[in-house]
């Protein structure tokens, strides 16, 4: 009988990087609760963007685990991990998964695509516009459909992995039961 695999405690989420996940997540709720094209619609879709525009800087400069350098979802790293997913062992990674990664990029990329497409719906040139509303309310909806399938996501991997990675991003640690 094989032993439970378990690790110390690992601090992976810095400060910055639990505050940016929890403010976005709080944007994109309540946008989606206000009514659109009025202020506050704009004004927190503009904060939204620009909490992405931070956490861009930080993978950059920020710690360790921020760092886009340690997650990148490159085809190999993909790959891999689908391949060993599949194989029923999946890896253990102590910052994002492959997969997550790819998420975590989608997620981002689609609030500066809403903060663009909501901006161009204010200026002259595209003022009702309805191509443009139509795009910005697709957006919106692959944002909402994305969340969800992150938030399961999250809950079904970390069961997997042992690893409970929603406490994770409230605590910044991260603790690997045995398995």
């Known amino acids: 009988m094989s032993q439970p695999i378990s690790s110390p405690p ?4 810095d400060l910055f990087v639990r505050i940016f996940h929890w403010s976005l997540v709080a944007c994109v709720f309540l946008n989606f609760l206000v009514e659109e094209g009025e202020a506050p619609h ?5 904060a939204a963007s620009a909490l992405v525009a931070a956490r861009i ?8 685990y921020a760092r886009f350098s340690d997650f990148f979802p490159t085809p190999t790293r993909l790959r891999q991990h689908l391949a060993a997913l599949l194989a029923g062992k999946p890896e253990h990674h102590v910052g994002h998964n492959p997969f997550g990664a790819l998420m975590m990029l989608a997620l981002m990329a689609l609030v500066l695509s809403l903060g663009f497409t909501g901006y161009l719906q204010t200026t002259d040139m595209f003022w009702g516009d309805e191509w443009l509303e139509e795009l910005h309310e697709g957006l ?3 944002l909402l459909g994305l969340a969800g399938l992150h938030a399961a996501a999250a809950l079904v991997v ?3 992995e042992g690893t409970n990675l929603i406490g994770a991003m409230i605590t910044g640690v991260k603790v690997r039961r045995g398995r």
């Open 10 to 13: 690992v601090r992976v989420w």
């Open 42 to 46: 704009q004004w927190i879709g503009y």
């Open 57 to 64: 800087v930080w993978g950059f400069v920020g710690s360790r």
């Open 140 to 142: 919106a909806s692959a």
């Open 158 to 160: 970390g069961r997997l």
